[in-house]
């Protein structure tokens, strides 16, 4: 249900990389609608900036689902407030299944830990856990999506960063970026020669996933088609190689195996900020 893998930079051609993982549809369900779903296209929102690996991840997910379904995916960035205001959004929407949320830890995290956000709260922690684990003075920026992070690294305005296999390992390759350290259980298979956190002395292991949801009340029967088609499309061997390229590994599960993965993770997060003691509001 999920993989390893986060990465730490340095502005000093040194950056870091995080593998992302792909979750089962998981929502709660009610009574049958009258007609067959779909009968018209589907949105989903993603409440982070386009181009973020949670847009890239739901944007070929969506196109995978949009084949079988025989509607479209449409795919809406609301980014903002720690990934709330999409979130948020989805919530309030009609509970028929034509609203989507395709969201990552952001959403186990700020709902249940605070009551206003303006940056993501995750890149934040790892952050806070690396400086508290090494006793390192750093000072956190906040940043709306992870792309103004990657160009303000490269133009040597920020000296550390974590972020994505997708984004990163590319701007490795090419020597624009040098990988310090992997947040995660294991080293990066197209990086094998760099350590993880774990090796490089500080026990610190993350992983990033990426999810889909829907608001609760959705009828039974749809959330059972939604989660069956989006299993599928997680075995297609296509979507899969796609993903392979972009550092990702899809996952699938059923919506209970998701809802108590988000129970663990939100326990998990807690624990985090007692741990660490950070306040992001």
Excluded: C
Aim: net charge neutral; hydrophobic share 45%; glycine share 8%.
């Amino acid at each position: 249900m999920r993989s390893s893998t986060w990465y730490w930079h340095d502005t000093m051609n040194t950056q870091q990389i995080l593998l992302v993982a792909i979750l089962a549809t998981s929502i709660a369900g009610t009574a049958a609608l009258a007609q067959p779903y779909p009968s018209k296209p589907v949105k989903v929102i993603v409440p982070l900036t386009s181009g973020s690996p949670v847009d890239v991840t739901a944007r070929l997910v969506g196109q995978h689902m949009a084949a079988v379904l025989g509607q479209p995916m449409i795919i809406e960035n609301r980014p903002g407030a720690g990934a709330t205001i999409g979130a948020k959004s989805v919530a309030a929407s009609d509970a028929d299944g034509y609203t989507l949320l395709h969201t990552a830890a952001n959403h186990v995290i700020a709902p249940s830990v605070y009551k206003s956000l303006t940056y993501d709260p995750i890149k934040d922690f790892v952050g806070e856990m690396f400086k508290h684990m090494t006793q390192t003075d750093i000072a956190a920026i906040p940043y709306r999506g992870g792309a103004q992070a990657v160009t303000d690294i490269l133009a040597g305005q920020i000296h550390m960063n974590s972020g994505t296999t997708a984004t990163l390992v590319p701007l490795v390759r090419s020597g624009k970026l040098r990988a310090i350290a992997v947040i995660g259980e294991g080293r990066y298979p197209d990086l094998p020669e760099v350590p993880t956190m774990a090796e490089s002395g500080v026990p610190l292991s993350l992983f990033f996933w990426t999810g889909m949801l829907a608001p609760a009340g959705v009828p039974a029967d749809v959330i059972g088609k939604l989660n069956a088609t989006l299993n599928d499309v997680l075995r297609n061997a296509e979507l899969k190689e796609s993903m392979a390229k972009l550092g990702l590994q899809p996952k699938g599960g059923s919506p209970q195996d998701f809802a108590a993965f988000l129970d663990a993770e939100k326990a998990a997060w807690a624990n985090a900020v007692t741990t660490t003691g950070v306040k992001l509001d």
